[in-house]
């Protein structure tokens, strides 16, 4: 019973430990004005996807957050939102592409 309690208390330390620095990508590149159309479409393609995938990531980490609560003190909860912070950048990213789509008549 005790060797269970211990792996059950192991096991919500490490889901709370789960935090991870956010790598947000800027809106502007020195290089967008060289990019093609279908570099433009291609880029869009790769950031919706990368949000999609931070979407699920960030579902993840707070259905783990949830769990990890009742067993941890609050310090110990991953509340960085470093998902949030690219997907927000990422979004941003989209807007100055699609800017370039329609300068350029894409």
């Known amino acids: 019973m ?3 309690a211990l792996i059950l208390v192991a096991c919500a330390f490490l889901i709370a430990c789960g935090g991870r620095a956010s790598h947000p990508v800027e ?8 990019l093609t159309c279908d570099h433009l479409r ?4 790769v950031n919706t996807k990368h949000i999609a995938d931070l979407m ?6 707070e259905n783990n957050n949830l769990g ?3 067993l941890m003190p609050l310090y110990m909860i991953d509340l960085s939102h470093s998902e949030r912070t690219e997907i927000e950048a990422l979004q941003k990213r989209n807007e100055t592409l699609t800017d370039l789509m329609k300068r350029k008549n894409c």
């Open 2 to 4: 005790k060797k269970s």
């Open 27 to 34: 809106a502007t590149t020195a290089f967008d004005d060289q």
């Open 42 to 45: 291609a880029e869009m393609d």
């Open 56 to 61: 699920d990531e960030k579902d993840h980490s």
């Open 68 to 70: 990890a609560g009742l």
